[in-house]
């Protein structure tokens, strides 16, 4: 029987083994697509436990908890944060087959030295052990990130923020991890939401440019991209529904703005036309100015209408939506190619039965600017475990190039989240492993070590162009 997450942990074969700890395990991490605050890293918050770091906006636990039947006191509600953590140590616990237990371990492994089997019965044990870490600076959210080998960190920013925090940090020499920013312009382009009218009010404000048409509008993102740029933004990320196409005229494209402007409501199809005018407009400034575009969709977000009332977006009440039309994303990259504005893109889908068709519209598009210049993502959100993980790579690997792949990244908004780099990479060297002794890839360990090394950590910086900070 093979020992409870040892350092062997998911490595079925001596390929694996070699791979995983010769050249996998000790590349720095490139997490270029997180939630993380950069006020938070700025200021090296500080936790009094590990509740406050791991359950406190972690919507991963709380809906495995709420599956549970634990009572919302325990998860967003106003319980102990001893009592928070006794629950999720008693639901953790019988959560076999989940990922959640596998990084939960992984975490109490690598950062607090606990290797035990949380549980209700070890609950106790091991909130006091770990909690005597946290006075030491080290368990700090930089410390946190230090301990992890984080060379880059890429945030989510949005098209209004002032960015100071990256100003602060860009010129802080002592921290040697970089921490870049990502453009998210999902508000500018959500028109059907009831905030949007008070959103372009605020861009009207932070561009300086009065905002009354849809020109106006990319005018404005125009000077907000400069802005961004000149602060080392180089990639931008969108969450869709799904990949729209529905080209229309610039009248039809103004007519929709202008309606949604005076105070009307917007259909699905007028929603279309915009966000695909919008999109369009985006991908053509990206070429120019050489930012890769993220693409994640097939998520139904905000199910729970009650919650949502309580408790807002990204709060565990989202799920997998099967309207993912793979003609429309082809058709759509289609037309950026045509018209000389698809920039390097990364496109993943919350829907795992996506992974054969973004494999082969990947392969539509491929060219010489770029090694795999269009990518299959990581498995993302509900497919980021053992199962989703290794389906994707194999999808990719049986359709794509594997080789090319820029590899895994948190999409989390914990500073313990970085050993989810680790299960993707013993994951990724598990499959390798078994290609290799199964006769069906030679053992050749020098090309081995050069796609594990690339996967892991030299792809996705040569894909991207970046460049760590130089420190004093």
Same mark, same amino acid.
């Given at each position: 029987?093979?020992?409870?997450?040892?350092?062997?942990?998911?490595?079925?074969?001596?390929?694996?083994?070699?791979?995983?700890?010769?050249?996998?395990?000790?590349?720095?991490?490139?997490?270029?697509?997180?939630?993380?605050?950069?006020?938070?890293?700025?200021?090296?918050?500080?936790?009094?436990?590990?509740?406050?770091?791991?359950?406190?906006?972690?919507?991963?636990?709380?809906?495995?908890?709420?599956?549970?039947?634990?009572?919302?006191?325990?998860?967003?509600?106003?319980?102990?944060?001893?009592?928070?953590?006794?629950?999720?140590?008693?639901?953790?616990?019988?959560?076999?087959?989940?990922?959640?237990?596998?990084?939960?371990?992984?975490?109490?492994?690598?950062?607090?030295?606990?290797?035990?089997?949380?549980?209700?019965?070890?609950?106790?044990?091991?909130?006091?052990?770990?909690?005597?870490?946290?006075?030491?600076?080290?368990?700090?959210?930089?410390?946190?990130?230090?301990?992890?080998?984080?060379?880059?960190?890429?945030?989510?920013?949005?098209?209004?923020?002032?960015?100071?925090?990256?100003?602060? &940090?860009?010129?802080?020499?002592?921290?040697?991890?970089?921490?870049?920013?990502?453009?998210?312009?999902?508000?500018?382009?959500?028109?059907?939401?009831?905030?949007?009218?008070?959103?372009?009010?605020?861009?009207?404000?932070?561009?300086?440019?009065?905002?009354?048409?849809?020109?106006?509008?990319?005018?404005?993102?125009?000077?907000?991209?400069?802005?961004?740029?000149?602060?080392?933004?180089?990639?931008?990320?969108?969450?869709?529904?799904?990949?729209?196409?529905?080209?229309?005229?610039?009248?039809?494209?103004?007519?929709?703005?202008?309606?949604?402007?005076?105070?009307?409501?917007?259909?699905?199809?007028?929603?279309?036309?915009?966000?695909?005018?919008?999109?369009?407009?985006?991908?053509?400034?990206?070429?120019?100015?050489?930012?890769?575009?993220?693409?994640?969709?097939?998520?139904?977000?905000?199910?729970?209408?009650?919650?949502?009332?309580?408790?807002?977006?990204?709060?565990?009440?989202?799920?997998?939506?099967?309207?993912?039309?793979?003609?429309?994303?082809?058709?759509?990259?289609?037309?950026?190619?045509?018209?000389?504005?698809?920039?390097?893109?990364?496109?993943?889908?919350?829907?795992?039965?996506?992974?054969?068709?973004?494999?082969?519209?990947?392969?539509?598009?491929?060219?010489?600017?770029?090694?795999?210049?269009?990518?299959?993502?990581?498995?993302?959100?509900?497919?980021?475990?053992?199962?989703?993980?290794?389906?994707?790579?194999?999808?990719?690997?049986?359709?794509?190039?594997?080789?090319?792949?820029?590899?895994?990244?948190?999409?989390?908004?914990?500073?313990?989240?970085?050993?989810?780099?680790?299960?993707?990479?013993?994951?990724?060297?598990?499959?390798?492993?078994?290609?290799?002794?199964?006769?069906?890839?030679?053992?050749?360990?020098? &090309?081995?070590?050069?796609?594990?090394?690339?996967?892991?950590?030299?792809?996705?910086?040569?894909?991207?162009?970046?460049?760590?900070?130089?420190?004093?």
């Amino acid at each position: 029987m093979q020992a409870f997450m040892d350092k062997d942990f998911l490595l079925s074969t001596e390929t694996a083994r070699t791979l995983f700890h010769k050249y996998a395990e000790n590349c720095p991490i490139i997490d270029y697509h997180c939630h993380l605050s950069p006020k938070e890293i700025w200021e090296d918050v500080r936790f009094e436990n590990i509740t406050q770091v791991w359950l406190g906006g972690d919507h991963y636990k709380w809906r495995l908890m709420r599956c549970a039947g634990v009572d919302e006191k325990y998860i967003t509600g106003d319980a102990s944060d001893h009592d928070k953590f006794m629950k999720w140590a008693e639901v953790v616990g019988k959560a076999i087959g989940n990922p959640l237990y596998h990084w939960s371990h992984l975490e109490l492994q690598r950062f607090f030295g606990w290797y035990g089997a949380l549980s209700a019965k070890t609950a106790e044990e091991c909130w006091n052990t770990v909690n005597k870490k946290f006075s030491d600076p080290a368990f700090s959210a930089r410390g946190l990130i230090r301990q992890s080998n984080v060379d880059i960190i890429c945030t989510t920013d949005d098209p209004v923020d002032s960015l100071e925090y990256h100003e602060l &940090l860009a010129k802080d020499t002592s921290f040697a991890t970089t921490v870049l920013l990502a453009w998210r312009p999902d508000t500018a382009m959500n028109i059907e939401k009831p905030e949007w009218p008070d959103y372009i009010k605020r861009l009207t404000s932070v561009s300086g440019v009065s905002i009354q048409s849809f020109a106006d509008l990319k005018k404005a993102l125009h000077v907000r991209m400069d802005f961004f740029a000149a602060h080392g933004c180089s990639l931008s990320d969108h969450a869709l529904g799904y990949v729209m196409y529905a080209p229309a005229s610039d009248e039809e494209v103004e007519a929709v703005f202008a309606k949604r402007m005076g105070g009307g409501k917007v259909d699905a199809h007028e929603q279309a036309i915009f966000r695909h005018a919008f999109m369009t407009y985006v991908s053509g400034e990206y070429v120019s100015r050489k930012w890769t575009m993220q693409l994640h969709y097939g998520c139904r977000r905000d199910n729970n209408l009650t919650m949502y009332a309580k408790l807002g977006p990204d709060t565990g009440y989202d799920c997998i939506d099967t309207y993912t039309p793979s003609d429309q994303t082809a058709a759509f990259l289609g037309s950026l190619e045509k018209a000389g504005c698809l920039p390097k893109t990364i496109l993943y889908s919350l829907n795992p039965a996506d992974n054969q068709a973004i494999d082969t519209i990947c392969g539509c598009f491929q060219n010489s600017d770029a090694v795999s210049k269009i990518q299959h993502g990581s498995a993302w959100w509900f497919n980021d475990h053992f199962q989703g993980m290794t389906d994707q790579l194999t999808s990719l690997a049986n359709l794509g190039y594997l080789a090319g792949f820029v590899g895994m990244l948190t999409d989390s908004r914990s500073f313990l989240s970085y050993p989810r780099h680790e299960y993707f990479r013993r994951i990724l060297c598990r499959l390798i492993g078994e290609w290799v002794e199964d006769g069906r890839y030679p053992a050749d360990e020098e &090309l081995l070590a050069e796609i594990v090394r690339g996967i892991s950590y030299e792809n996705a910086k040569k894909y991207f162009s970046f460049e760590t900070k130089k420190i004093n």
